[in-house]
């Protein structure tokens, strides 16, 4: 062969076995990137954040479980007032009640009640002022009595009650308060024989 009849080589190109290019080896390993810092700060402070919101919501829950709790104590206790003063009230409206007080005022029932007739102004009946004993008993010690009202006070006398007014306890005159027994042999025991 000829050299005319070989054409030229274009660069990059090679006749025969392909070329493998050499080169130096490192002996380091290739650098990798460090992670930023900051993109670490900001993930670890959203968990943080994240974190103690979970723990104040359920702080503020907790916290409305103890007052809805307090409250509905507090209703209850205010509740059982409101029933203790309805039965106060409905004692001291009782009949019982109301005749011991009007006794205790000094009024006294009418055995022969006179009326007024409107039509014509007339008064039926004897007309007569009611005595100054009345034969009927008012309170009506001969009846059940009523406990809402057996300890209520009366109008005029604050101390008085439908039973009427109240012993005054005496206190019992002790002797001389003498300690304990002297311990001087032993413990006390009684003498048997």
Not at 42 to 68: H, K
Not at 74 to 83: I, S
């Amino acid at each position: 062969m000829s050299l005319a009849t070989v054409s030229p080589l274009a660069p990059g190109t090679t006749t025969g076995p392909a070329r493998r290019r050499l080169r130096v080896v490192d002996d380091a390993p290739a650098r990798r990137r460090r992670p930023r810092l900051a993109y670490a700060i900001i993930a670890l402070s959203g968990a943080l954040a994240i974190a103690a919101a979970q723990m104040g919501i359920s702080i503020a829950m907790t916290q409305g479980v103890y007052e809805e709790r307090a409250l509905s104590q507090q209703v209850r206790a205010l509740d059982y007032q409101r029933q203790s003063l309805d039965q106060q009230l409905v004692g001291l409206s009782s009949p019982q009640y109301l005749a011991a007080n009007a006794s205790a005022l000094g009024m006294v029932i009418n055995e022969a009640p006179s009326y007024l007739r409107l039509s014509d102004g007339a008064i039926l009946g004897s007309g007569a002022a009611a005595p100054w004993q009345s034969t009927v008993d008012a309170i009506g010690r001969g009846s059940v009595p009523n406990s809402l009202v057996a300890a209520a006070p009366l109008v005029t006398v604050p101390d008085a009650t439908i039973e009427g007014l109240p012993q005054v306890p005496v206190e019992p005159v002790s002797p001389v308060e003498s300690g304990p027994p002297a311990l001087s042999e032993g413990l006390p025991a009684p003498q048997t024989r």
